[in-house]
């Protein structure tokens, strides 16, 4: 028997490092990874409350989820590598060019 | 504590560590090792949740894809220099605390409600139940969801063969 505020604050917590990663960091790799950690946290959650309600919903949710989370790292790898071939950098410093 | 709990607070516990070590991690390549290891702790505590299907989805698709797609990623764009954090005091301070206020207030909120609503039946949520409703209800989104990863397949294919940005090919 886990209780569900357990659940709750570790996908909490979770999201939270994830939030920190990407806020604070430059490297646009790390950024990505700290994306993987936010998503992560989300189906925590929705495992969780599936799991309390005693319901398949929360897997499925998280299956969505999971999915989301795979078409934006094939998308974010293909933008980090063009950017990368046009600077030769992985700096996220250097994404001014719209800053107008 | 039941067993249950007990692995579950141990695949947490191994999860929370692991995933600040991969923010905190100056090198890419060891930040990719620290995240196979919260994605793999992650797939544990689902298994406590009676997730299986849902584990076992995170082991393949995370430990087996997306962390060799990271590391071919940084191989590929060979970036073995740390990328220098310059960013001054104040703006550091901030959006550090922003995300630790908003964790500090929920987490308080979550255990300031009436505790132990215990989670989790003992016999488990059948997989027919989770295949059913992906058949059934959820059929609608489960085909949007394939359509959504052929644009993904179609637009990073064109994303990453462009030389430049200019380049119309």
Redesign the interface.
């Known amino acids: 028997m886990i209780p569900v505020n357990l659940v709750l604050g570790l996908g909490l917590l979770i999201f939270s490092i994830g939030l920190v990663g990407v806020l604070v960091r430059k490297n646009l790799i790390i950024m990505l990874m700290s994306l993987e950690l936010l998503l992560n946290g989300v189906n925590i959650i929705l495992a969780g409350l599936g799991c309390h309600f005693k319901s398949p919903r929360g897997s499925v949710f998280a299956l969505f989820v999971i999915v989301m989370a795979v078409s934006e790292a094939a998308v974010g790898f293909a933008l980090v590598l063009s950017y990368f071939r046009q600077k030769q950098r992985a700096d996220a410093d250097e994404l001014n060019e719209l800053k107008g | 504590m ?1 067993v ?2 007990a692995i ?2 141990f695949f ?1 516990a191994l ?2 560590v692991s ?2 070590l ?2 905190l ?1 100056k090198n ?1 390549m060891r ?2 090792l620290y ?1 196979a290891f ?2 793999l702790a ?1 797939a544990g ?2 298994f ?4 299986e ?2 584990g076992a ?2 082991i393949l ?2 430990g087996g ?2 962390v060799v ?2 590391v071919f ?2 191989v ?2 060979n ?1 073995k220099e ?6 001054k005091l104040f703006p ?1 301070i901030f ?2 605390a ?3 206020l ?2 500090a207030e ?2 308080l909120a ?2 300031k ?1 009436r ?8 016999g488990g ?1 059948e997989l027919g ?2 295949a ?3 058949m059934t209800t ?1 059929l609608l ?1 489960f085909e949007i ?1 394939s359509i ?2 052929l644009a ?2 179609i ?3 064109i ?2 063969r ?4 200019h380049d119309s090919r």
Request: proline content about 6%; hydrophobic content about 65%.
């Open positions: 039941t249950t709990l579950f607070l947490a999860a929370i995933a600040v991969v923010v991690q890419a930040s990719v995240l919260t994605v992650i505590v689902f406590c949740l009676q997730a299907y849902l989805i995170q698709v995370y894809g997306i797609l990271y990623v940084i590929i764009a970036l740390a990328v220098p954090e310059r960013r550091k959006i550090v922003m995300p630790a908003l964790a929920i987490a979550v255990f409600s505790p132990a609503a215990a989670a989790g039946p003992e949520l139940a989770l059913e409703a992906l959820y989104p969801a959504l990863l993904v397949l637009g990073a294919v994303i990453a462009r030389r430049s940005l």
